[in-house]
């Protein structure tokens, strides 16, 4: 993968939220790292995480019938955000480019030392350590058959 293009709502890069786990994988090769957080018996939810030390991203998958691209979460400082360096953005600049580009739903949240900023409009987080950006976390939602919602 050589484009870290954040869409909120839409993808990271060349990977579209809805793609499917072997498509990826045919994509992207093998992870580094990868688990099943299932919780198939008590809440029927599936997720499998997959771990691209090289990329310092991680890719969540949803869906039992076909598990797809459902949550990035990126510690990639090349990574762009609407024509920016997102990791170059202080939480001012987060805000004020976040709302630019017409998402409003914003939550603020300081947990265990950390910063979060959240639009839940966009279901992305970004998350900060002091004024550093540490992470960005974005997703959709998506159905048991991998159809996002």
Same mark, same amino acid.
């Given at each position: 993968?050589?484009?870290? !293009? #954040?869409?909120?709502?839409?993808?990271?890069?060349?990977?579209? %939220?809805?793609?499917?786990?072997?498509?990826? !994988?045919?994509? +992207?090769?093998?992870?580094?790292?990868?688990?099943?957080?299932?919780?198939?018996?008590?809440?029927?939810?599936?997720?499998?995480?997959?771990?691209?030390?090289?990329?310092?991203?991680?890719?969540? %998958?949803?869906?039992?019938?076909?598990? !797809?691209?459902?949550?990035?979460?990126?510690?990639?400082?090349?990574? #762009?955000?609407?024509?920016?360096?997102?990791?170059?953005?202080?939480?001012?600049?987060?805000?004020? +480019?976040?709302?630019?580009?017409?998402?409003?739903?914003?939550?603020?949240?300081?947990?265990?030392?950390?910063?979060?900023?959240? %639009?839940?409009?966009? +279901?992305?987080?970004?998350?900060?350590?002091?004024?550093?950006?540490?992470?960005?976390?974005?997703?959709? +939602? !998506?159905?048991?058959?991998?159809? #996002?919602?």
């Amino acid at each position: 993968m050589k484009n870290f !293009v #954040i869409e909120p709502l839409k993808g990271f890069g060349e990977i579209p %939220f809805g793609m499917s786990l072997d498509d990826a !994988v045919k994509m +992207l090769g093998s992870p580094n790292y990868y688990e099943e957080l299932s919780d198939m018996e008590e809440t029927g939810n599936r997720s499998i995480y997959y771990e691209y030390e090289d990329l310092e991203t991680n890719i969540y %998958f949803e869906g039992i019938t076909k598990s !797809v691209a459902a949550c990035f979460e990126t510690e990639n400082h090349d990574a #762009i955000l609407y024509g920016t360096k997102a990791f170059d953005l202080n939480r001012a600049e987060v805000i004020e +480019l976040m709302r630019e580009n017409g998402f409003k739903e914003l939550e603020e949240e300081d947990e265990d030392g950390e910063h979060r900023i959240s %639009f839940e409009d966009a +279901l992305i987080d970004f998350f900060y350590d002091g004024d550093k950006m540490t992470a960005i976390s974005w997703g959709v +939602l !998506v159905d048991d058959q991998g159809n #996002i919602i």
